[in-house]
């Protein structure tokens, strides 16, 4: 690890001068990026593996692998850790590495409270697996009461744990606001920002406005857990649907947390490898703003069976399915963007288009499920699950690999292998469809979710979704092969491999320390595509470029 | 050197209000609190609404003048009572039975 | 976590493009996440008090509880005072209205823990033997574990004014603290009246 020799290449860069600067409190929000992605990723893999025991249980029917009772304990901790600790903070990291670089800053607003919030994360985790290992953890990642408060202490750590990952979230969004209202470079208006940092504003400010009243929950429980207090308990005169009311209050708004940052990465996919400038781009800044407000306004369609008063259904379905309209609103922008473009199919271009497709398939079954007497029917069913994975495996996570094999170059200096990043991309995409697509069936059909086995007749389709998720398994070897060995000896990128706008684009790869050696003046659109050329494709490299920031 | 958008307000000395407005302030403050008092001892059926206007009064009070709500940009009003709108129907919700 | 790049020129340009200062902003971003908790919270109350005897809170005491009221609101005027001070640079009177502000602190504080000790110990209210006692320590146990933050960096910040940190060009850190303080002034403002007066 003495790639400090070698110009713009190699991950010991940035802030991190030295590899073990990447496992210690360093401010540098390059480094702190590569923090949260790694840490992300590594819980992706436990998050997997739990994923795959789950699917060998269900691969057949009356299948003694695993109890109950473990398979209760397998699925919580796979729904948390791969929401609260892959796909959040992987967006988070990612978001810390470009969004700086993309408004032409030095660094976030606040460094040292940036460090501060990837901290928690590491607590927040550790607190998850110790969950996992003392066990308890049984009532799903909803936790809802009264199951939530009679489980044994594991249940409690993992409360602990959501604590401090909500607080990481929090300080992370309000450092991201702070930075993109106040440290955009000069000229970089608010129209002129890339659509990722508009789409992290709409994301920081849902969980700045959601994330605390999943704190005030789970403090409530963590009470009733230890002291005895009955919040959440009839007997005690507590009402178990003030968990769920809270719950769903941040938890609905999170599925946009969860896919606002992938909508703003795929804005940036498209326009690089389609050559063209993004169409619609205030609809699509806008319509994020939208799904950040009217996401707030529906969580109770989680409830329509759960006791709430049914006069309440309407107005929720309502909300729930006006949602559809912004959101299609970017979707259609992506298509027209792509529309006669002169499209090159890199690997992260392949995974923008799957998440178009599927992230539509999982926005329909969406509509289904927010229409009431649908939703009555297969609430709690695999057709619930198979959505569920659409949006987040099929969009979430797509995105984010988009994203990653578009600014690999950028983050280490080097090219990733395109030969097995396309091995990595359709071995994903078979996988999933195979995994997921059954269980719509099976859903509808009326298999229940959460539950550790299932009667013979659902075993065809289950054992599809098992040689699906093993796949999915397989798929994330030519990807791990890929990144470490590209580390060494992938082809050198420079500053723009893909010819792309941005500023990020303007540096060296990796970036200097400081960024920006002189500030960047912007003084056009971000996606000027075949209406003005390339900055660093000019024949001399832009100054501060070529020379690593000297 | 300074790059400030002469349309928005730019980083300057502040034009907060003096000792005076502030023991005034305090003044309201601990009579509102007194009024409070009082009224939680009368049975009527305005009790609860008339301590609920007291209470966001004095709120008011302390957020307007000792946080300079009034005198700072509106940006920050904004960030800090949009949060309300959401909590209108949290509340609500949460309450139905 | 106090340290920004606010009010400071990164390579010669003015770190802030909206014009407001960043600590400033984050704090009052920061406010706002503190609102949604503490609504949460209190829609949790008014859920659990809906579901208790309607003189559920009858055991609280009203006068001490008003007494506590008034001087947390004195604390509230100490900060705002002492804010007023430092912009005039007036270093002595900064000191003085942050530590009156630590003894009101302090003193409200107390007075909340003598009476749990007092619901407690003679079994009157607890957590655990009525929702509307769960309901009470929850949230006032909040606001008391906001306002003992609020003691810790009242005591930092009175620390770095007797190091001669602030000027009355330079009191942003100060500002931020009180803006802090007010709020959690506020929140026991609402909930005085809904907790102990409803």
Request: aromatic share 0%; hydrophobic share 50%; glycine share 0%.
């Given at each position: 690890m003495t790639a400090d020799t070698v110009v713009g290449t190699g991950l010991v860069r940035h802030g991190g001068r030295k590899f073990s600067d990447y496992l210690v409190f360093n401010t540098d929000h390059k480094v702190i990026g590569i923090q949260y992605l790694v840490l992300a990723f590594t819980f992706f893999i436990i998050g997997g593996l739990l994923a795959e025991l789950i699917r060998a249980q269900l691969a057949v029917p009356n299948n003694q692998l695993v109890t109950g009772s473990q398979y209760n304990l397998v699925l919580t901790l796979h729904g948390t850790i791969m929401i609260f600790l892959w796909i959040i903070p992987a967006f988070v990291g990612a978001a810390n590495y470009v969004v700086p670089l993309m408004l032409g800053a030095n660094d976030m607003a606040f460094p040292r409270l940036n460090a501060v919030s990837f901290w928690l994360l590491v607590p927040g985790g550790l607190l998850m697996l110790a969950s996992f290992a003392v066990g308890g953890a049984e009532s799903g990642w909803t936790a809802y009461p009264p199951l939530s408060v009679t489980t044994p202490v594991g249940q409690t750590l993992w409360a602990l744990a959501l604590q401090f990952i909500g607080f990481s979230s929090i300080f992370g969004a309000i450092n991201f606001l702070v930075t993109v209202f106040n440290l955009r470079a000069p000229g970089m208006s608010l129209t002129r920002m890339p659509l990722l940092a508009w789409a992290i504003v709409a994301t920081s400010l849902i969980i700045m406005l959601g994330t605390p009243v999943l704190s005030g929950a789970l403090l409530l429980l963590i009470l009733q857990r230890l002291l005895g207090a009955q919040f959440f308990t009839p007997g005690g005169g507590g009402n178990p649907l003030l968990w769920q009311n809270l719950f769903w209050f941040y938890s609905h708004p999170a599925v946009y947390i969860m896919i606002l940052p992938g909508f703003g990465i795929i804005s940036e996919v498209l326009p690089v490898f389609a050559r063209k400038p993004i169409f619609g781009y205030k609809l699509i800044a806008f319509s994020s703003m939208a799904i950040a407000v009217f996401g707030f306004l529906v969580w109770a369609h989680h409830m329509f069976t759960s006791g709430m008063d049914p006069f309440l259904r309407v107005p929720f379905m309502v909300t729930s399915m006006i949602i559809a309209v912004p959101t299609g609103v970017k979707i259609f922008s992506w298509l027209a963007t792509i529309w006669a473009g002169k499209l090159r199919f890199t690997t992260s271009m392949m995974f923008a288009l799957a998440f178009i497709s599927m992230f539509v398939i999982g926005g329909l079954s969406g509509i289904f499920l927010a229409s009431v007497p649908i939703d009555i029917h297969v609430q709690d069913t695999y057709f619930v699950v198979a959505h569920l994975h659409y949006v987040l495996f099929g969009g979430s996570v797509m995105a984010l690999f988009a994203g990653l094999y578009l600014w690999y170059p950028k983050l280490t200096g080097r090219m990733l292998d395109e030969r097995l990043g396309h091995l990595h991309f359709w071995l994903t995409f078979m996988g999933f469809n195979l995994t997921f697509f059954p269980q719509h069936i099976a859903g509808l059909q009326g298999m229940p979710r959460r539950v550790y086995t299932y009667p013979p007749e659902f075993w065809a389709l289950n054992l599809i979704s098992s040689i699906g998720a093993f796949l999915m398994a397989i798929a994330v070897l030519p990807f791990l092969y890929n990144a470490l060995r590209s580390l060494a000896v992938g082809k050198v990128a420079g500053p723009n491999p893909w010819r792309a706008f941005g500023l990020e684009w303007t540096l060296s790869s990796p970036p200097p320390v400081h960024n920006f050696p002189t500030p960047p003046v912007v003084e056009g659109d971000p996606y000027g595509y075949g209406e003005r050329p390339v900055p660093g494709t000019r024949v001399v490299p832009a100054p501060g470029v070529a020379g690593g920031g000297e | 050197m300074k790059h400030v958008d002469p349309a928005k307000e730019a980083l300057q000395p502040h034009r907060y209000p003096g000792v005076r407005t502030y023991l005034l302030v305090f003044a309201g403050l601990a009579l509102l609190t007194l009024i409070e008092v009082a009224v939680s001892y009368i049975t009527a059926g305005i009790r609860v609404p008339l301590l609920i206007l007291l209470a966001a009064l004095k709120a008011l009070l302390v957020i307007l003048f000792f946080m300079h709500l009034r005198y700072d940009s509106r940006w920050y009003a904004f960030i800090f009572f949009a949060p309300l709108v959401l909590v209108i129907p949290l509340i609500w919700v949460s309450l139905i039975r | 976590m106090s340290e920004t790049t606010s009010s400071l020129t990164v390579h010669g340009r003015a770190a802030s493009a909206t014009g407001l200062d960043s600590a400033k902003l984050g704090m009052w971003l920061f406010l706002a996440t503190e609102v949604m908790l503490f609504s949460a919270m209190i829609a949790g109350f008014l859920d659990m008090r809906g579901r208790s005897?309607?003189?559920?809170?009858?055991?609280?005491n009203i006068p001490v509880t008003a007494v506590n009221t008034f001087v947390l609101i004195c604390s509230s005027l100490t900060v705002a005072l002492s804010v007023a001070s430092i912009e005039q640079g007036n270093q002595k009177r900064l000191r003085t209205f942050l530590l009156l502000t630590l003894l009101f602190g302090g003193t409200f504080l107390s007075v909340q823990v003598f009476e749990y000790t007092k619901l407690i110990g003679s079994g009157e209210l607890t957590p655990w033997n009525s929702l509307f006692g769960a309901g009470f320590f929850a949230v006032t146990g909040l606001h008391g574990f906001h306002v003992f933050i609020g003691l810790i960096w009242c005591a930092l910040t009175i620390l770095w004014a007797s190091q001669g940190k602030f000027s009355a060009q330079n009191f942003m850190r100060v500002e931020v603290f009180g803006l802090y303080w007010h709020f959690v002034d506020v929140v026991w403002i609402i909930l005085f009246v809904l907790i102990y007066l409803m």
């Open positions: - | - | 005897p309607a003189d559920a809170n009858h055991v609280l």
